[in-house]
């Protein structure tokens, strides 16, 4: 079983940076692609970034394009979302995510990903 350990979410004015981390624990010298997803309250959960299992084939939501960044440690299962010029609208619960088993289309789909974590909330204050 693999875990997910989300950390760095807070609470920030508009216009300011947070960096969130996710970290996976699972099958010895298994490196997974992973993602990053979002849910307001009362909203649908939202793709936000995806990254590949060595670092290539990043992909963003239209809502973040330009302002969040996602990155990985190289052959680690760290991934990091480094988010700038943070909106009102930005906040969320924020969910990291990772394929195993799933396919490599379709990564903006949250059921494309087999493992979740539990969550980090940003609250982005106007």
């Known amino acids: 079983q693999v875990q997910l350990v989300e950390s760095g979410g807070g609470l920030v004015q508009a216009g300011g940076s947070l960096r969130l981390s996710c970290t996976a624990s699972?099958?010895?010298?298994?490196?997974?692609?992973m993602g990053w997803f979002r849910q307001g309250q009362g909203l649908e959960r939202e793709f936000v970034a995806h990254i590949g299992w060595n670092g290539g084939n990043t992909l963003y939501g239209d809502s973040v394009k330009g302002r969040f960044t996602i990155s990985r440690e190289n052959g680690k299962n760290t991934v990091y979302l480094q988010m700038n010029s943070l909106k009102p609208e930005d906040t969320a619960v924020y969910y990291c995510?990772?394929?195993?088993?799933?396919?490599?289309?379709?990564?903006?789909?949250?059921?494309?990903?087999?493992?979740w974590g539990q969550g980090t909330q940003v609250t982005v204050s106007s």
């Open positions: 995510a990772a394929i195993e088993y799933g396919p490599s289309t379709n990564l903006h789909r949250p059921n494309v990903y087999d493992y």
């Open positions: 699972g099958r010895p010298g298994t490196t997974y692609a």
